[in-house]
């Protein structure tokens, strides 16, 4: 492609499918799959649910419309977009670099361990509904020297494979027939799941929502979770939009891609808890409830085998498609601000990344010190990012656009100029300014306070 403008060679998406693809397959991800389904299911189902959705339509939407402006506007990385409309404000863009680079250590990790549960099932390795066994399977897995970091390391050589394709000849070409494959697969679960007799009980439970379970953890955990689950706070985002061609429509794209979003995550809810439900386990598995549960579920189903197969490798294309705009993040940061070609950016971080892992695996293991509050570094890296780097990359996003910026400019661009229709632009204003920061900031500041 021969592209002659100043950002000389600036890749673009191919096509407006292939930006809603790759952005949508950064949103859905394990954030979906895995640890929607848990937090449901530990958080009283239903009132988690509703809190969640209520936060995806009204900060959700909102955010995702702000970072894909930013990034068009300026055609370029998280720190350099924000640098550019305004000196001084580089570092909250430096804050999202930094949470992709933590966020994909430890999300590697568990794509490795997705990787070695499809062996299993391939394999037929965990053909019982003996939790105990299966527990112990897992934990002896994660909590192993060497294989955990083997299919860490197989995870990020993957997810660098892609990225060193660039955006239209990896991420999009990717994204492309990853995405729909995973729909279809999802919707194969869902429709097992759904039919078995009992599963009843547990679609109610996961869509009737029972108010006296919600109290402030809830809605904390919901928050965290609508900007893990859109990507949302560490200028994912902006680096997608800002390979997106000035004549593509923005508000479009940003309420398509929540939607999609969330629609994934309900049907994973409906794939997972009424199935659990029927078989008679508990919903409130926490995170083992994929690794333990699930596979106790399926060795009792018909045909659980094969579904044991088609779930694990769902899991993986999800991952893989969000690990690599996770990376896509840093790399573009590297490949802007220092020149450094695509190929040594991807390589170098990418290794950079694996080594960060590494202590994140060893601390399911031989290296289970806690290291803060009650924590070993895996689940530090986790709070670390998800309470704390992507609410305040959200928070500053707000008041970088509502009070620096200005919303004026934002829609602006958000229109193309005026020419596609923005109906609700002065909600989105209002919300941005005013609804959407305070929101943010105190439940942010409570929740660390808690
Ligand atoms: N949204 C992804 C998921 O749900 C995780 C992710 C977070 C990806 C932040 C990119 C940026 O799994």
């Known amino acids: 492609m021969v592209d002659l403008n100043e950002n000389k060679q600036r890749d673009q998406w191919?096509?407006?499918?292939?930006?809603?693809?790759?952005?949508?397959?950064?949103?859905?991800?394990?954030?979906n799959l895995w640890k929607f389904p848990y937090m449901a299911g530990s958080n009283g189902g239903g009132a988690f649910?509703?809190?969640?959705?209520?936060?995806?339509?009204?900060?959700?939407?909102?955010?995702?419309?702000?970072?894909?402006?930013?990034?068009?506007?300026?055609?370029?990385?998280?720190?350099?977009?924000?640098?550019?409309?305004?000196?001084?404000?580089?570092?909250?863009?430096?804050?999202?670099?930094?949470?992709?680079?933590?966020?994909?250590?430890?999300?590697?990790?568990?794509?490795?361990?997705?990787?070695?549960?499809?062996?299993?099932?391939?394999?037929?390795?965990?053909?019982?509904?003996?939790?105990?066994?299966?527990?112990?399977?897992?934990?002896?897995?994660?909590?192993?020297?060497?294989?955990?970091?083997?299919?860490h390391a197989l995870f990020m050589i993957i997810t660098l494979g892609i990225v060193i394709g660039g955006i239209s000849g990896g991420i999009e070409k990717f994204s492309k027939i990853l995405m729909p494959a995973l729909f279809v697969m999802?919707?194969?679960?869902?429709?097992?799941?759904?039919?078995?007799?009992?599963?009843?009980?547990?679609?109610?439970?996961?869509?009737?929502?029972?108010?006296?379970?919600?109290?402030?953890?809830?809605?904390?955990?919901?928050?965290?979770?609508?900007?893990?689950?859109?990507?949302?706070?560490?200028?994912?985002?902006?680096?997608?939009?800002?390979?997106?061609?000035?004549?593509?429509?923005?508000p479009q794209s940003a309420t398509l891609i929540p939607l999609l979003d969330t629609g994934v995550a309900l049907l994973a809810g409906l794939a997972i808890l009424p199935a659990v439900f029927a078989l008679g386990f508990d919903p409130a598995g926490g995170p083992g409830l994929v690794f333990i549960t699930l596979p106790a579920v399926f060795a009792k189903m018909p045909m659980g085998g094969l579904f044991a197969v088609i779930f694990f490798v769902l899991?993986?294309?999800?991952?893989?498609?969000?690990?690599?705009?996770?990376?896509?993040?840093?790399?573009?940061?590297?490949v802007d601000e220092w020149k450094w070609s695509r190929a040594k950016a991807t390589t170098i971080v990418a290794a950079a990344i694996f080594a960060l892992g590494v202590p994140a695996s060893l601390s399911m293991g031989i290296w289970d010190t806690i290291i803060f509050k009650d924590l070993v570094f895996f689940d530090a890296l986790g709070f670390l990012s998800d309470q704390i780097l992507l609410p305040l990359g959200g928070l500053m996003l707000c008041i970088f656009i509502g009070w620096v910026w200005g919303v004026d400019n934002a829609v602006k661009e958000a229109t193309n100029g005026g020419k596609v229709k923005f109906t609700i632009a002065p909600v989105w204003g209002f919300v941005v300014k005013y609804v959407a920061p305070i929101a943010i900031a105190y439940i942010f500041i409570s929740g660390l306070l808690a």
């Open 49 to 151: 649910v509703l809190i969640y959705l209520a936060l995806i339509v009204i900060v959700g939407f909102t955010l995702m419309a702000a970072e894909i402006v930013i990034g068009r506007h300026t055609q370029l990385n998280a720190i350099g977009a924000y640098r550019k409309i305004r000196k001084g404000w580089g570092w909250v863009g430096g804050l999202g670099v930094l949470a992709g680079f933590v966020i994909l250590s430890y999300y590697s990790v568990v794509g490795g361990w997705v990787i070695n549960y499809i062996i299993k099932a391939v394999t037929g390795a965990f053909n019982t509904s003996d939790m105990e066994v299966l527990g112990n399977m897992f934990g002896g897995m994660i909590s192993g020297t060497w294989t955990p970091i083997f299919y």
């Open 315 to 334: 899991v993986l294309f999800a991952a893989i498609t969000s690990s690599i705009s996770l990376l896509e993040v840093v790399v573009s940061f590297v």
């Open 186 to 250: 999802i919707i194969m679960i869902v429709i097992r799941s759904v039919t078995l007799p009992g599963a009843g009980e547990g679609i109610s439970f996961f869509l009737k929502p029972d108010f006296s379970k919600i109290d402030f953890s809830v809605i904390l955990a919901a928050l965290g979770q609508v900007f893990f689950s859109l990507s949302l706070g560490m200028g994912c985002m902006i680096t997608y939009g800002s390979y997106l061609s000035k004549d593509e429509n923005i």
């Open 14 to 31: 191919g096509s407006k499918l292939g930006f809603i693809m790759a952005a949508a397959g950064s949103a859905v991800g394990l954030g």
